[in-house]
């Protein structure tokens, strides 16, 4: 029977890790001390945040709905809409935002940490901004550089970077600068093809004005590269990943001077990729027409905080008001449920960590109501204990029986709230769906931890010595 | 030792008799009000610096706007919560330059909901609703689909559906009732709390018929009345304990959560209430009160 105690010391370590890597503060904090203590070098803790949602961390949400009325490939349609919109929101400099499709014809657009509403939906509706930019001064791309290093510096030591001179520098492309030529000279774009090699390359006409801009550009820029940027970034997946970032650069080295207004780009795309890129700059739209939000939500970054600092607190209280209850009702195996429900907690929590989970104020409640329920599951196998222990049977007889008798009823009663939370889960809003999904995880981990880890502390805890102060059982 | 349960089955059906038909009264009279997520219009939450201006002041303020009907509602120490129809972005920076204006303050929250996206949520919520409820209709015949005598499996099942409507409408009644009086609003979160309980009500009830079923199986068809009071008794320890602990979590949101799970967490605490007390006292008595109804059919006969 040694394989009961391998089985222990498993969950053992498995409730360890997963309690630190929830909360790895306490832990680093003990590395840290030893290793200046005996000059060790043991490493820190993997270290990962929790996702957490708009209503916990602060920031502005806003719903379109597209006019996909004129459009007859509405998938397609929706998800450039998407990819334009992403970038623009790039752009912004917002820290991970999320565009994602709804259905078929909304947009989600979720900017964490934004405060300045107004700004960032007029960034969002407007027009495709077409750019030329010309090669800096050594100078200024070294200068820029500077202010980029010393904002990088106080972002890692988590310091107010708009206390550094000029920060707003930092947000400048270091190499370029724009011209005054943009999209608004531009007067059509056609796509055509190579005559000698045939790949697809793009033709853009500009009007008398745009032509004697880029006549003036050409002539003082001969030798040097003029960058083309199309809402923020270069208009071509230069280096073939299959998408378009920071890491691209369109800047064709410019011959000699143009005078007729006409401008080619050509490069390494397929004729398709020309022709949404012609029709992108001709229409001088989105792809598709947005109007106003139709939804908007907005929290401040004090009530985010306040709510998630309120939040965890009612679940710490009401975690220790579940534990003194099974201590004071089931005594000794109330103990070791309490036990296996604090593993519970540390184990989900990893799992929000891992998969990652958003956390949003409902998905925490649907947690915490987890926390209340969890123990149902020990409620009822030790119910069924000691109604076994009064008629006579031996404790690990009256253990395995009270196992074996409730499952029916924690199978039955938790599969019913599982298929309440996947209706939730798959017909509802946001809301109802961080609270089915961290309510479904919890009854499922519940499980695990009610049934399994407490039956392991049983049979490892409980031996002989119980058979005589059966009182405590 | 076994409780009667049953003896007073009359008192417990009178009971809830009442509060159901309490409830129907306040639905008729001051039907249900719903948050802006489902009809539409704007939430905003002030937190002035220093002094709240009164009510009054802050609606004259904004008149100019036009805003439609705008209710004021203070809240903590010096904050506000502001609701209004739908505006655009421009006329959202204007109402936060006049409040300024009024007294220094700061946003915590804004919230536009358009009527399109409202009308969607309600229909949605709808099929939820709708959906959850088959779901349960046939997870209990499913459950109970073995024939077990002297009661059909099919009046299990009714008799869970009767206490699990009995369950949702109270805190439907309740918030009804403090809709009325104290402006709480049916909000997403609380429609998720009644589903929920929709699950926790027939969670109990399963519990307890999966015990009788037993004592059935075990002791024979013998006195059914009997059976369901010693069953009661078996289960009452843990229907108390599974109870008592939800009830500890949900009172600490209640009392710490903060605004958005405060109703949230009452509209589950009265749920689930309701779902232990539903089970016990009125599921349990109704079978016993409709297998004597058919005994006395019989001896008719």
Sequence with gaps: ?473 | MTFNFTKYSAVYYIISGVLILATIVSLFAYGLKFGIEFVGGSNMEIQFQSTRPSNETISSALKSLSLGDVTVQPTGTNGAILQFKGVDEATHQQILTALNKLSPSSEKSFQYIGPSIGQELRNSTEVAILLALVAITLYIAFAFRKVSKPVNSWKYGVTSLIALFHDVLIPIGVFSILGHFYNVEITVPIVAALLTILGFSVHDTIVIFDRIRENILRRGMGQFEDTVNWSLTQTLGRSISTVVTVEFVLISLFFLGGETLKWFALALIIGITSGAYSSIFIASPLLVSWYKSELDKHKLL
């Excluded at chain 1, 531009?186 to 793009?202: E, M, N, R």
């Excluded at chain 1, 123990?375 to 253990?399: H, Q, T, W, Y």
């Excluded at chain 1, 009270?402 to 009823?409: L, M, T, Y």
């Design chain 1, 1 to 473: 029977m040694a394989q009961k105690y391998y089985i222990f010391i498993g969950v053992l370590v498995l409730a360890i890790l997963a309690g630190i890597f929830a909360y790895p503060n306490y832990f680093n904090k003990s590395v840290d001390f030893l290793n200046h203590k005996m000059s060790w070098t043991v490493p820190h803790f993997y270290e990962k945040p929790y996702v957490l949602g708009l209503d916990l961390q602060g920031g502005v949400s806003l719903v379109y709905q597209a006019d996909l009325t004129q459009i007859s490939d509405k998938a397609t349609a929706m998800s450039e809409l998407r990819d334009v919109i992403e970038r623009r929101v790039n752009m912004f400099g917002v820290s991970e935002p999320t565009v994602e499709v709804v259905g078929t014809d909304r947009l989600n657009v979720d900017l964490p940490g934004v405060t300045n509403v107004q700004q960032a939906i007029s960034m969002i509706g407007q027009t495709p901004y077409l750019e030329f930019d010309e090669q800096r001064t050594a100078a200024d791309t070294q200068k820029i550089l500077d202010v980029m290093k010393q904002v990088q510096d106080a972002q890692t030591k988590k310091q107010d970077i708009t206390k550094i001179a000029n920060w707003q520098t930092a947000l400048q492309n270091p190499y370029f600068v724009a011209t005054d030529l943009t999209g608004k000279y531009l007067t059509k774009a056609t796509v055509q093809f190579d005559q000698t090699t045939g790949a697809p390359q793009i033709q853009l006409q500009f009007n008398a004005e745009g032509a004697k801009l880029f006549s003036d550009i050409t002539a003082r820029n001969i030798k040097k590269p003029l960058a083309i940027y199309l809402d923020g970034s270069s208009i071509i997946d230069t280096n073939g990943d299959g998408k378009i970032d920071g890491n691209d650069l369109y800047a064709p080295i410019v011959q000699s001077k143009i005078t007729d207004g006409t401008a080619v780009i050509t490069g390494s795309m397929s004729t398709q990729v020309a022709q949404t890129l012609a029709s992108r700059l001709n229409s001088g739209a989105l792809p598709v027409k947005i109007g106003a939000p139709i939804s908007q939500e907005t929290v401040g970054p004090t009530l985010g905080t306040a709510s998630l600092q309120r939040s965890l607190w009612a679940g710490i209280y009401g975690l220790l008001a579940v534990v003194i209850f099974m201590v004071v009702f089931y005594r000794f195996p109330g103990l070791l449920a309490s036990i296996a429900l604090v593993i519970y907690v540390a184990i989900t929590l990893a799992i929000f960590k891992i998969i990652p989970v958003t956390l949003t104020l409902a998905g925490i409640g649907g947690f915490i109501l987890s926390i209340g329920m969890a123990v149902d599951a020990n409620i009822l196998i030790f119910a069924r204990m000691k109604e076994e222990i009064k008629s006579g049977k031996s404790l690990s007889v009256a253990i395995d029986e009270g196992f074996k008798r409730a499952w029916p009823s924690i199978r039955d009663s938790n599969f019913n709230s599982l298929i309440v939370c996947a209706i939730l889960f798959f017909v509802a809003t946001s809301f109802i769906k961080g609270f089915a999904f961290t309510l479904a995880l919890g009854i499922l981990i519940s499980l695990f931890s009610a049934i399994f880890i407490t039956r392991i502390f049983l049979m490892v805890f409980v031996g002989k010595w119980a058979e005589k102060i059966k009182w405590i059982l």
